[in-house]
C-alpha cells in the first residue's frame, strides 16, 4: 500500500492523535480504522497537506473538531506546550547560574547580577501569556 495519507483521531480531551499505516500491512486506510480506533471516538483520513504541518513544534496542541473533522492548533495547549519548552531550556542555563552564584559568594565577590538573571529566567514562562500567534510563542527563547 503506497498511501500516504494518514487516520486523525479526536482525542477524548478535543486533541488529536494521528495513525500512520505500516507500509504494505494490505489493508485499506478504512480498514486499519474500523480495527485499531477504539469504539467511540471519531476519525477522518486526511493528507498530510491537511495538517498544521509546520506547527509540529505543537502536535500536542493539535486539536480534532469533532463536527468537520479537520485538524487545528489550540493557542491555549500551544502556551502551555511551550511554557514546558522554556522550562527545559532554562534548567541547564539556571544550573550554570548556580555554579557562578556559588563561586562569587565564596570570593567575595558581588551576586547581584547573576541573581538579576537567574530571576529572568524564573520569569520566562510568563512570557507565553503575551503572544498572540504560534509564531510568536515558537520565537521565544529562555537564553536571551
Known amino acids: 500500500m503506497n498511501d500516504t495519507r494518514l487516520i486523525a483521531v479526536g482525542k477524548p480531551d478535543g486533541g488529536c492523535a494521528l495513525l500512520f499505516p505500516a507500509p504494505g500491512c494490505g489493508l485499506t486506510l478504512e480498514q486499519i480504522a474500523e480495527k485499531d480506533v477504539p469504539a467511540g471516538l471519531l476519525w477522518r483520513i486526511v493528507a498530510p497537506a491537511e495538517l498544521p504541518g509546520a506547527d509540529e513544534d505543537f502536535f500536542d496542541a493539535w486539536t ?7 485538524v487545528g492548533v489550540d493557542l491555549a495547549r500551544a502556551r502551555e506546550v511551550t511554557k514546558a519548552r ?6 541547564p542555563l539556571l544550573a550554570a547560574l548556580d555554579v557562578q552564584f556559588m563561586r562569587a559568594l565564596e570570593a567575595g565577590q558581588d551576586t547581584r547580577a547573576i541573581a538579576a538573571e537567574k530571576q529572568r ?10 503572544p498572540a500567534t504560534l509564531a510568536e510563542l515558537r520565537a521565544l527563547r529562555a537564553a536571551a
Open 64 to 70: 480534532y473538531d469533532a463536527g468537520t473533522g479537520k
Open 86 to 91: 522554556l522550562r527545559r531550556e532554562r534548567e
Open 121 to 130: 529566567l524564573r520569569d520566562v514562562p510568563q512570557l507565553v501569556d503575551k
